[in-house]
């Protein structure tokens, strides 16, 4: 939240202009960048409109908490009204979403979604978008969680003629999810009055909202079965949902019309990527609609194979791999999910693919040509071994060059590392994949990051954060040999630091001296004995994540550094060019720095290097002990 008064208060503010300065100094403060031209604009037009409509409606106590930061993500609404319901006298809430849209129109195929002429991509109808910001919030805010009925939502276009969007107005709408325009304003005013006391203030009831505990995030694998099986577990947000809605519209044309569309989504680590592609397969999979869900990672696919399908054979074999659709007849899928898309790579044949099946086919040319949609998933900064090729312009170039059309879908939110954008943003400056150089790290109220003197006090504090009922996991840079674990003997520990050592996790499909095999590593409570490296990590979240930097990324001087002769990973070839080893390896600790929801602990095997840590911390990073 970046700022919370009475609507008198804000209505006053806004006026002598003081409010823009105090909203812009608190977004930098949160975000560490300042906030873009439109976003400043939307605050001077819509809040005032906003303010001046409670005060008319006699609502002048009622608590106003302007971009309200949702729970565990990025968003934020534009506003949550809390007060004193006028008849029940309990506390109230009222989710705003503002637009300042004079006109919309409803996408020709989906009403949900509309379009306007400032975006070039249909965006989400706000009815439907407030509706799910008030789901979303009861279902993350433990004061709500009892009280579903408190939280009402309306979407304000105080610019808007009734004829202007009336298009908009084909959807149903219900108590979280009403649409009030500049004609309609006396209405509004009604509306609020049914919501609102102004015989009681609403500050007590903000503090009431506020002080709710935040629930655990619906951790992908945990609700993977019920997902795919049962009804959709997660709610999507905007960008989420649009990206939703295309692919299912995209199903629906080419069944009706022998159509055939390419849907790329491409966002950073924990925007929602593998939860969209999830909710798709669910709801074809509940529809009878042919679709698969494939990916490059061996963890990833058969970790979902694993929970996704325990049991049931027939949901198994929903989770296929990149490189299984060579020989496959061409438009035989309606849909192909393409998770952690990424990792396509240049073919798919590799050194046991037979002769005859070697036709040199791009493997990005396979994926689109066995389904009518087939729906690429990717983070391009995740692509982490030579040779992986998945970005939006090569899968673009592949489709037109086909006469295939292509959609492009960017999520901007993002969902893990406690939503903070404070820390992405230290992640991506630290290692240099932004420009500038390193920050200081800025806490925020989001995500936890710490500094551990030694690897044996980040092992301690997180095996803590274990017994607090947190998940939690070791991961490291791919800086030491790796030894194949035999049965019947201790794992091999590979990892040495000191006369601190721990074994990898394991290589094989088979569990090992109670270690989980590989590709359960993440998700399995038995893999916190082992380190993780990115092969195993990327694709997966858990509670709190310490992260080893090996002597391949140390920092010299002014800046970081990468050493390829301290890399021990076997895909790096004396082929790979320095600057392509130099991407993956800041690439794989981006990776590795993003996994944690609630926090992460990281430290340096260099003594240089870890050092400049804490100068970046400035004193802010406090020391663990054991």
Known sequence: MLFRASARTVAVMALDGSLFLHLTEQFVHMHGYRPGTSEVRSWERSIPALASALNDASLGDVEVMLEYALPLNSKRADAVLAGAHPVSGEPSYVVVE???WSQAEPHEDDALLCHIDAYAQPVLNPIEQVRRYCEY?????????????????????????????????????????QLFTAESRGSFLDHLRTKLSNKHPGARAAD??????????????????????EREQFVLLDEQQVAY?????????????????????????GTGKSVIALSVLGELYRQGVPALHATGSKSFTQTMRKVAGARKREVQDLFKFFNGFMTVEKNSLDVLICDEAHRIRETSANRFTSAAHRTGRPQIDELIDVARVPVFLLDEHQVVRPGE??????????????????????????????????????????????????????PDDRMQLQVAGSPEEMEAYLQDRRGERYGARMTAGYCWPW???KPGQPLPA????????????????????GAPPSALWATDPAGFGQIGCVYTAQGFEYDWSGVIIGPDFVWRGDHWVTDRTKSKDPAFKKTTSDADVDRLIRNTYKVLLTRGMVGTVVYSTDPESQEKLRELAEGRLRAITA
């Open 98 to 100: 503002l637009k300042q």
């Open 494 to 513: 590979d990892v040495v630091i000191g006369d601190w050592a721990r074994p990898w996790n394991l290589k094989g499909e088979r569990a090992i001296s």
């Open 137 to 177: 919030l009861v279902n993350f805010n433990g004061a709500l969680a009892e009280h579903p009925k408190r939280v009402s939502g309306v979407a304000y276009l105080h610019n808007a003629t009734e004829f202007g969007v009336s298009g908009l107005r084909e959807i149903e709408t219900d108590d979280r999810g």
């Open 245 to 269: 809605r295309m692919v299912l519209n995209a199903v629906r044309k080419a069944k009706q019309s022998d159509h055939k569309e390419v849907v790329v989504v491409t966002g950073g680590p």
């Open 389 to 442: 090729m998945g970005t939006v312009a090569e899968i673009k170039a592949a489709a037109t060059r086909k006469g295939v059309e292509c959609s492009v879908v960017r999520l901007e939110s993002q969902y893990r590392c406690g939503g903070s954008d404070a820390y992405l943003r230290w992640v991506v400056r630290l290692l240099g994949l932004e420009p500038g150089g390193p920050v200081a790290w800025e």
């Open 483 to 485: 030894s194949d674990a």
């Open 208 to 229: 009431e909202l506020l002080a709710g505990k935040a629930a655990p995030s619906k951790q992908l694998m945990a609700l993977a079965a019920q997902e795919v099986r």
